[in-house]
Structure formats: C-alpha cells, structure tokens
C-alpha cells in the first residue's frame, strides 16, 4: 500500500522558515507530479490551495502567494518531496498536505495520493 507521510511542520514566528519534507513508501511502479497543498482552518477539503508542484522533470510552479519564499524541490531517487518555506507570514498558517501522482504499475494508470496533512503555524 503506497503513503505519503510528511514531516516537519511546527509553530514559527513571522519571518522565520521551516522545512516540510515528505516521503513516498510501498510499492509502486513510477512517481509523476508531486505536490504540497495546504488547508486553512475552517476550509473544507474541496478548498485546499496548491502551493507548489514540481513534475519528475523538475518543472515547478507556484501559487502568487508564495513565489520568491517557498521552493519545492524532489529527490526521485528516494521518492521524496520537500517544501523550503522562507519568510513565513501568518496567512501561510494551515495543514500543510503532500500529494502525488503515482502509477502502482509500469501498465497503469496515475492515482492521486495523500499525505496525513501537517501542520504550520505563523505566529504574528
């Protein structure tokens, strides 16, 4: 079974940076995007912002909102993703979520996967 758990998460004061990292575990057959989305308090599931995503080639894209502070960067020989959060504001407070876009099998098709969610908090 294929999971996605992330780590790094906390409580920060404005300004100041974290490190949210996530690691792919099970087995599967390739890795395509991978993604970091967050979930503010009181935001429903259907409500998740996309933050950053980076494809297997390394192309990245990032929501307005975070350009210039946070890098998304993935190691796809270990099936990790990570997130370099600078500059921390307090509206980046939220469940930080790691997706990604994995084929269980050389022959099948992508199926979005779901970290636990972690969680950021900026303090003013």
């Known amino acids: 079974q294929v999971q996605l758990v992330e780590s790094g998460g906390g409580l920060v004061q404005a300004g100041g940076s974290l490190r949210l990292s996530c690691a792919t575990s099970?087995?599967?057959?390739?890795?395509?995007?991978m993604a970091w989305y967050r979930q503010a308090t009181g935001k429903q599931r259907e409500e998740r912002e996309l933050?950053?995503?980076?494809?297997?080639?390394?192309?990245?894209n990032y929501a307005d909102s975070v350009k210039g502070r946070f890098t998304i960067s993935r190691d796809n020989a270990q099936n990790t993703v990570n997130l370099q959060m600078n500059e921390l504001k307090p509206e980046d407070t939220a469940v930080y979520y790691c997706?990604?876009?994995?084929?269980?099998?050389?022959?099948?098709?992508?199926?979005?996967?779901w970290g636990q969610g972690t969680q950021v908090t900026v303090s003013s």
């Open positions: 933050v950053a995503r980076i494809t297997s080639s390394g192309y990245t």
């Open positions: 997706n990604a876009e994995i084929s269980l099998r050389a022959w099948s098709g992508l199926n979005d996967y």
């Open positions: 099970g087995r599967f057959s390739s890795i395509n995007r």
